[in-house]
């Protein structure tokens, strides 16, 4: 498994959607976030994937490299 840590200012609900870089959603879930660090999993092979978690007042996105 290959694992992604956020931490959170707060506790939120959370939609995690995980594209790959011709720009295919390959993961999409609710999450709840716990104030300070949390984990979640990509469970994709070696390459570049682009991660989006939004919510209420939240909305971030950040490139993930896995190797």
């Known amino acids: 498994n290959n694992t992604v ?12 959607t995980v594209y790959d870089v011709s720009g295919k959603v390959i993961m ?9 660090v949390n984990t979640f999993d990509i469970n994709e092979t070696a ?9 209420a ?7 993930v490299v896995i190797k």
């Open 5 to 16: 840590f956020v931490n959170a200012a707060s506790a939120i609900e959370g939609i995690v």
């Open 28 to 36: 999409n879930n609710t999450v709840n976030f716990n104030s300070g």
């Open 47 to 55: 390459g570049v994937y682009v991660v989006n978690i939004h919510g």
């Open 57 to 63: 007042n939240v909305n971030v996105t950040e490139k």
